[in-house]
């Protein structure tokens, strides 16, 4: 039961997390100057390239998110977008959202961890594909930091190693 739940609630965290990112990437990449001009008044470092790349990694991930392939991947490039806006551009304007704040950042970044080191349950390309999934209920209560095997093929006799 236990796993049943942890499926379901990967799933809806995927799928909701990367319709806001792609979201936030397709209104960037809708006026990438624009991005990059607002980018530079915040301080951000190399504003166009950073605008190009985060309207990348929010689009791509957020899609990756979604289907649940490569979670692992996607939750890292996210948090480093999540990282450079919180450093940025939030964290000295405090918590809530209508100040400025960090409050969404901090929240994505804490699903984007979770989907990263849980996994993406069995509802997902990661489990299609690679075996893989559930992070800690892949094997019993173990952890994914427990087992040392790289990314395994279905199928093959005695989950070879890729």
């Given at each position: 039961?236990?796993?049943?739940?942890?499926?379901?609630?990967?799933?809806?965290?995927?799928?909701?997390?990367?319709?806001?990112?792609?979201a936030h990437g397709l209104q960037k990449a809708g006026d990438l100057q624009g991005t990059g001009s607002g980018f530079a008044q915040m301080g951000v470092p190399l504003p166009q390239l950073a605008a190009l790349v985060t309207t990348v990694v929010e689009i791509g991930a957020g899609?990756?998110?979604?289907?649940?392939?490569?979670?692992?991947?996607?939750?890292?490039?996210?948090?480093?977008?999540?990282?450079?806006?919180?450093?940025f551009v939030h964290w000295s304007k405090g918590?809530?959202?209508?100040?400025?704040g960090w409050e969404l950042v901090g929240a994505l970044g804490s699903v984007v961890i979770l989907l990263a080191t849980a996994g993406a349950g069995r509802f997902s390309l990661d489990r299609l594909l690679f075996r893989r999934g559930h992070g800690a209920f892949e094997h019993g209560e173990a952890s994914d930091f427990t087992d040392t095997r790289p990314f395994?093929?279905?199928?093959?006799?005695?989950?070879?190693?890729?």
């Open positions: 039961m236990r796993r049943a739940l942890f499926d379901i609630a990967a799933l809806i965290a995927r799928v909701v997390t990367g319709v806001v990112f792609m899609a990756l998110l979604i289907v649940g392939l490569l979670t692992p991947v996607a939750g890292l490039l996210l948090l480093v977008v999540l990282l450079g806006a919180l450093f918590v809530f959202v209508d100040d400025g395994t093929m279905r199928g093959r006799s005695g989950g070879e190693a890729l």
